[in-house]
């Protein structure tokens, strides 16, 4: 009641209201809660864990974005079918049935393939496989045969190393390498025969190491470098 007879009483007197006692002790409270507010904003984007969330943030949305575009890519590309997976398909089928497929049934076998894949694609990006029983439990039936598979592996012994190491040796083989260093003398400066002579007599002395190889110390001054 008092603050309204207070604007009240302003208006009269012709005052602005924004200079009542009241109204300028609620605006210096909102300029000093908004200083505050400023202050502890810039206190934190000082800190150095706000900058790494920051940072994390921003590669987690790029992450998101990049895998978007690699599935709608892979969505995208077409059904290709290699030499290899034909000869995976064949060999299957001649597993199964005992004998080798004709040329009519071998195409039949890649066409069902490519209907298969169409079809898993369109699974995949409808988001079928997420929270299916079974599809989970035959993951962990496929990881648990590669497991055994793993386990019945013997160790290879240090014989059958050396056979496949000597079969192999050139996968495993190096190239040679040349590196060499190098001295040089000016004809500019003395002429070909006393740039050879002086050549000549620096090559005698370190071989018979009578003085250092130091390729930077001796010979003519050179402006690329002295070890390839």
Not at 73 to 81: F, N, Q, R, S, Y
Not at 159 to 172: I, K, M, S, V
């Amino acid at each position: 009641m008092n603050n309204n007879l207070e604007g009240a009483d302003a208006l009269e007197r012709g005052r602005p209201l924004s200079q009542t006692p009241h109204v300028m002790s609620e605006v210096n409270n909102c300029r000093g809660t908004t200083s505050k507010l400023l202050l502890m904003i810039f206190r934190l984007l000082r800190e150095p864990l706000v900058h790494f969330l920051i940072l994390g943030a921003v590669l987690f949305c790029i992450s998101i974005m990049v895998n978007q575009d690699d599935n709608k890519e892979k969505e995208d590309a077409p059904v290709v079918i290699t030499h290899g997976r034909i000869r995976q398909l064949r060999e299957t089928f001649t597993a199964q049935r005992g004998r080798s497929p004709t040329e009519e049934e071998l195409h039949e076998i890649v066409e069902d393939y490519i209907r298969e894949e169409i079809l898993y694609r369109e699974a995949m990006h409808l988001g079928l496989d997420r929270d299916d029983t079974i599809i989970r439990r035959r993951l962990a039936q496929k990881m648990q045969f590669l497991y055994e598979d793993l386990l019945t592996v013997k160790d290879p012994t240090d014989t059958e190393l050396q056979h496949y190491f000597t079969a192999q040796a050139d996968c495993y083989r190096q190239p040679d390498l040349v590196s060499f260093a190098h001295i040089y003398f000016s004809t500019d400066r003395c002429g070909v025969v006393e740039a050879e002579k002086t050549a000549q007599a620096l090559l005698t002395d370190l071989r018979k190491e009578l003085i250092s190889f130091e390729p930077p110390d001796l010979g003519d001054p050179f402006l690329l470098q002295h070890d390839y």
